[in-house]
């Protein structure tokens, strides 16, 4: 199943059941968000992409860094690298370790961006009492993930999250390609509504 692209369509995967990735260590994708084909250019070729955190452990629940996979057909994946490491944030919590949760990974088709791929995740401590958002980026999917920066989207405090883009309906320029409608960020507003922000 590793080498060539078998698809989606033929491949089997059971829901409630911890599995291994290709090299058969347990796989540690917490919270995870993929990254479709279509999307990027390291997608090219049917390749999907797979960030989650690593290994959650007690009595906290911290995560050390955020893992990245890779597979062609969902089922069997292939471990790529820690591409973002918690102690990177260090400074940012007052004490105790950094919390990460929930990344996710967009892909700047502008252009004229400076930094391709832009990670989301949600940034805290170990008490939950930051409520803020992280922002890595780099030029390759595969990292090394740069640390930008954490806060209060809209000012307010956020907990759960994800992203999504809006595909661009229509032509395209091709030197646009991976160019989206639109981008927004989804989270818990300090679990008492859903926020949505809208991505310059």
């Known amino acids: 199943m590793v080498g060539a692209p078998s698809g989606p369509t033929s491949a ?83 004490k105790g370790a950094p919390r990460v949760e929930r990344p996710k990974i967009l892909y700047n088709g502008d252009p004229q961006a400076r930094h391709r791929y832009v990670m989301w995740f949600h940034l805290d ?5 930051l409520g803020f958002v992280g922002v890595a980026t780099a030029k390759s999917i595969t990292g090394p993930y740069s640390f930008l920066a954490g806060w209060r989207p809209d000012g307010l405090r956020s907990l759960d999250m994800t992203v999504f883009i809006e595909p661009r309906a229509g032509a395209l320029n091709p030197a646009r390609k991976y160019e989206p409608a639109a981008a927004w960020l989804a989270r818990s507003v300090d679990n008492r509504y859903v926020g949505f922000s809208r991505l310059t």
């Open 12 to 94: 089997s995967i059971s829901s409630g059941v911890l599995f291994n990735d290709t090299a058969g260590r347990p796989l540690h994708a917490h919270g995870a968000g993929i990254v479709p084909p279509d999307s990027h250019p390291a997608g090219e070729g049917g390749k999907f992409y797979m960030v989650g955190t690593s290994r959650k452990l007690p009595p906290t629940w911290l995560s050390d860094g955020i893992n990245l996979y890779s597979s062609y057909d969902l089922e069997a994946w292939i471990f790529e690298a820690t591409i973002f490491q918690a102690k990177q944030i260090a400074h940012v919590v007052a």
């Open 125 to 129: 401590d170990a008490a939950f009492s």
